[in-house]
Nanobody, 124 residues
Framework: QVHLVESGGGSVQAGGSLRLSCAAS????????MGWFRQAPGKEREGVAA????????FYDDSVKGRFTISQDNAKTTVYLQMNSLKSGDTGMYYC?????????????????WGQGTQVTVSS
């Protein structure tokens, strides 16, 4: 089993930055791919960024390329999402998720394990 705990959300003005953290426990076999997803009120959950834990390969939605960076610590137990140049459209609940493996790292339906989420609010 995999347990995920997000932290780092909050309120920020447009143009500001936040860093989200996702602390993961459980075998790396079951969380070889980890991703960040977000969901705004009334909208579907969407993939923001993902990382292959073993290779460090990263993937980004076009809407965040050049602004967000996903990374992990050396122990491969914490995944971060550095968010810069935040826009009001980035507002939503951000979730960390994990899966043993997927060829579609930004597809929410591919993921098996989910955290409880952390709220990000960007005011213009």
């Amino acid at each position: 089993q995999v347990h995920l705990v997000e932290s780092g959300g909050g309120s920020v003005q447009a143009g500001g930055s936040l860093r989200l953290s996702c602390a993961a426990s459980g075998s790396i076999y079951f969380r070889a791919t980890m991703g960040w997803f977000r969901q705004a009120p009334g909208k579907e959950r969407e993939g923001v960024a993902a990382i292959y834990i073993r290779s460090d390969s990263t993937f980004y939605d076009d809407s965040v390329k050049g602004r967000f960076t996903i990374s992990q610590d050396n122990a491969k137990t914490t995944v971060y999402l550095q968010m810069n140049s935040l826009k009001s459209g980035d507002t939503g609940m951000y979730y960390c998720a994990a899966v043993a493996g997927t060829g579609r790292p930004l597809a929410p339906y591919e993921y098996s394990y989910w955290g409880q989420g952390t709220q990000v609010t960007v005011s213009s």
